[in-house]
T-cell receptor, first 114, second 117 residues
Framework: AQSVTQLGSHVSVSEGALVLLRCNYS??????LFWYVQYPNQGLQLLLK??????LVKGINGFEAEFKKSETSFHLTKPSAHMSDAAEYFC????????????FGKGTMLLVSP | DTGVSQNPRHKITKRGQNVTFRCDPI?????LYWYRQTLGQGPEFLTY????????KSRLLSDRFSAERPKGSFSTLEIQRTEQGDSAMYLC???????????????FGPGTRLTVL
């Protein structure tokens, strides 16, 4: 069985500050890990993915994440927050079922203040 | 490539009615998934198709739910005798054939928001 834990349902930062969204996973097989962003009343957009290549993954809009097997973590970071980054972020894991279904965390709402 | 599309975007129905949602995946994608997202939660997996075959179903998919993908292209999700607890966003996603790193990447549609009164 797989699971994802996202620490903090809400994270508030000031514009220009570092963004850090935490994700820990549990998987009995080598995982594939994803971060998705969701704007209000919209579907999910893929930010970045880890598929067993480089452990530091760069995504769109300046986001990156580092896969740390020893810590079972895949935290999302961005050096400088933009007002447009305000959205809900979901971490997801796949690979355990033999197929490719995703198991999502509960999400973290990122609030950016001017 | 217009991405994954879903219709309708919004559906309001009365308890006990049947509803049907449609998903059109990206054209070359052979894998299609349905998820349900309730307020304040992440999406939860409902069911998965590879081509026209339904290969996996979640325990969330009660007997009132049925999904089809008759020709391996678009898919429909039907809910019979809707209940207020069915109110949620229903998301469809698709992924391409290929090596693991490719096939595990899912592209999501905008979702259908269902409200059961």
């Amino acid at each position: 069985a797989q699971s994802v834990t996202q620490l903090g349902s809400h994270v508030s930062v000031s514009e220009g500050a570092l963004v850090l969204l935490r994700c820990n996973y549990s998987s009995s097989v080598p995982p594939y890990l994803f971060w998705y962003v969701q704007y209000p009343n919209q579907g999910l957009q893929l930010l970045l993915k880890y598929t067993s290549a480089a452990t530091l993954v760069k995504g769109i809009n300046g986001f990156e994440a580092e896969f740390k097997k020893s810590e079972t973590s895949f935290h999302l970071t961005k050096p400088s927050a933009h007002m447009s980054d305000a959205a809900e972020y979901f971490c997801a894991v796949s690979g355990g079922s033999g197929y490719s279904t995703l198991t999502f965390g509960k999400g973290t709402m990122l609030l950016v203040s001017p | 490539d217009t991405g994954v599309s879903q219709n309708p975007r919004h559906k309001i129905t009365k308890r006990g009615q049947n509803v049907t949602f449609r998903c059109d995946p990206i054209s070359e994608h052979n894998r299609l998934y349905w998820y349900r997202q309730t307020l304040g939660q992440g999406p939860e997996f409902l069911t998965y198709f590879q081509n026209e075959a339904q290969l996996e179903k979640s325990r969330l998919l009660s007997d009132r739910f049925s999904a089809e993908r008759p020709k391996g292209s678009f898919s429909t999700l039907e809910i019979q005798r809707t209940e207020q607890g069915d109110s949620a966003m229903y998301l469809c996603a698709s992924s391409p054939p290929g090596l693991a790193g490719v096939k595990h990447e899912q592209f999501f549609g905008p979702g259908t928001r269902l409200t059961v009164l």
